[in-house]
């Protein structure tokens, strides 16, 4: 049972920074109807800031929030503006074209500047647990999870409650009917894609104690992402949150009770088979 408790817990930990991801995409997705596959590469921006942060600034990974959020969601916004925008109403496949190499230019432009040597933010609570009704708990996790719930609830508050997040949902749900209604449609994309990249670093900086940073991170990253906002239904916030939780409790039972080799399999199947029982994902609408 205790095993059992560990792997669940542990997992909603882990879940939690995929969900914070995964809210991004599927933000950026609900708004301009384009999968970001450059999404991990964000993320991966997200870990070097940080990490520059903490070696030059001895800024803790933690507090290093207050500066990643803000500059990643600049650059969102900035990449919107000079090519997103440029690709609205172009065929699909261009727009996937141009999100997977903006990815290679972000983690060949990080490879130029930082080499691939893997760094490392070593904190004096890296490694640290403590217990939980008889459960070791990562300290490093458990305060990136406790972030991720302040982060998603002033998410949900912003576009439930303030003019500028209902304008965003009615981006997303009728773009052509929000332009009509003097909402504008520009200024709400770039928004959204500035959030979507602010949520990716602030995950970078959330899960940059415990892993190494290199370029090429992001590749799993993008990936893990796409299938938490699919399982979750695409533009659904709330269920990118959901599947992000989902898929980390799924690799964390995985890895204790059949094989760490295996875990991503198992999540890759389960991802499947909700597919196959829902089209549309579990809180989406297949059209």
Not at 16 to 26: E, N, Q
Not at 99 to 111: E, R
Not at 212 to 226: C, D, E, R
Not at 259 to 283: M, N, Q, W
Request: proline content about 2%; hydrophobic content about 55%.
């Amino acid at each position: 049972m205790i095993r059992l408790l560990q792997a669940v817990l542990g997992g909603l930990l882990t879940g939690g920074v995929y969900a914070l991801i995964g809210a991004g995409l599927s933000l950026i997705f609900g708004v301009l109807r384009v999968i970001n596959f450059a999404q991990g590469e964000l993320v991966m921006l997200g870990m070097y800031l940080t990490w520059l942060l903490f070696t030059f600034l001895h800024l803790d990974p933690f507090v290093s929030l207050i500066v990643v959020m803000p500059v990643l969601w600049m650059l969102g916004w900035a990449l919107e503006a000079l090519l997103l925008d440029r690709m609205h109403g172009a065929l699909p496949q261009n727009q996937i074209l141009l999100t997977m190499g903006l990815g290679l230019v972000l983690s060949n432009g990080a490879m130029m500047a930082f080499t691939s040597d893997y760094r490392l933010v070593s904190t004096t609570y890296s490694s640290s647990s403590f217990m939980l009704a008889g459960v070791a708990l990562s300290q490093p996790l458990a305060v990136s999870f406790v972030l991720t719930a302040a982060i998603a609830t002033a998410l949900w508050v912003f576009l439930a409650r303030t003019d500028t997040g209902m304008a965003i949902r009615a981006t997303a749900q009728d773009r052509d009917a929000a332009q009509l209604m003097g909402i504008d449609v520009r200024r709400m994309s770039r928004l959204a894609f500035g959030i979507g990249a602010a949520l990716a670093g602030a995950a970078g900086a959330l899960i940059a104690p415990t892993y190494y940073i290199f370029p090429q991170v992001g590749g799993s990253f993008t990936l893990k992402a796409f299938v938490v906002v699919v399982l979750g239904g695409l533009g659904s916030v709330v269920g990118a949150m959901l599947g992000g939780l989902i898929i980390g409790i799924t690799e964390s039972l995985s890895a204790t009770y059949i094989s760490t080799e295996l875990k991503d399999v198992c999540v890759y199947s389960l991802f499947l088979i909700v597919l196959i029982a829902r089209p549309g994902g579990l809180l989406g609408k297949a059209e």
